[in-house]
């Protein structure tokens, strides 16, 4: 069955640190892919996106993600966290021409002052 | 403002009590869809729809029920609710859907906390 996996689903850092979420997909064939920020007590936001082109993605907030197809990743980073930072982070895959968005469990990443 | 709303935000009933909870958009998006967040299943879709009147399933359709007679709106309908749908519900909307070559950005509803006893 097609599947996100995300692991490391609780991450505690200190701020500076840096950081870098891991993704996995399962699904064969062409797939757009995304990065989510749920703050405490909001709802989603979209960090970055890749669908095609420079596999190295840059978001918004210093985020960035890199897509790896032999790998089956797109794995999430920023160089130096902060505080704010502090918050779920879900990476979510969906097939090409397919119209199910498929969610990973979600990183909690708490950055302690 | 361009935003998804939803309503209510918060919302306590008894198990096999009918509820609607509503979701509504003005950007004028033709893909709509419904979530549930679990503690550690992360986001499942339970239905969701490329345009009027037409919707289909996700991944966790059991025990709901969608319409979709207005572009704009979408509500998720529970017809017997039981405690295992006790959940937070997003309700999210895209101008097209998003697994096409040019993806299009999925924007979240505020979020539904939903307690059934």
């Known amino acids: 069955a097609q599947s996100v996996s995300q692991h490391n689903h609780h991450v505690i850092l200190s701020e500076a640190a840096s950081l870098e979420l891991g993704c996995n997909y399962s699904y064969g064939g062409t797939v757009n892919l995304f990065w989510y920020v749920q703050y405490p007590g909001q709802h989603l936001q979209l960090l970055l996106k890749?669908?095609?082109?420079?596999?190295l993605v840059k978001g918004i907030k210093g985020f960035e993600a890199e897509f790896i197809k032999s790998k089956f990743s797109f794995n999430l980073r920023k160089p130096s966290v902060q505080w704010s930072d502090t918050a779920e982070y879900f990476c979510?895959?969906?097939?090409?021409?397919?119209?199910?968005?498929?969610f990973g469990k979600g990183n909690q990443v708490v950055v302690i002052p | 403002e361009a935003q998804v709303t939803q309503n209510p935000r918060y919302l306590i009933t008894v198990t096999g009590k009918k509820l609607t909870v509503t979701c509504s958009q003005n950007m004028n998006h033709e893909y709509m869809s419904w979530y549930r967040q679990d503690p550690g299943l992360g986001l499942r879709q339970i239905y969701y729809?490329?345009?009027?009147?037409?919707?289909d399933k996700g991944d966790v359709p059991e025990g709901y029920k969608v319409s979709r007679k207005e572009k704009r709106n979408f509500p998720l309908i529970l017809e017997s609710p039981s405690p295992n749908q006790t959940s937070l519900y997003f309700c999210a909307s895209s101008l097209k859907p998003p697994g096409q070559l040019t993806s299009y950005e999925q924007y979240f509803g505020p979020g539904t906390r939903l307690t059934v006893t």
């Open positions: 729809s490329m345009n009027v009147e037409v919707t």
């Open positions: 890749y669908f095609s082109g420079d596999p």
């Open positions: 979510a895959v969906i097939l090409y021409g397919n119209n199910r968005l498929a």
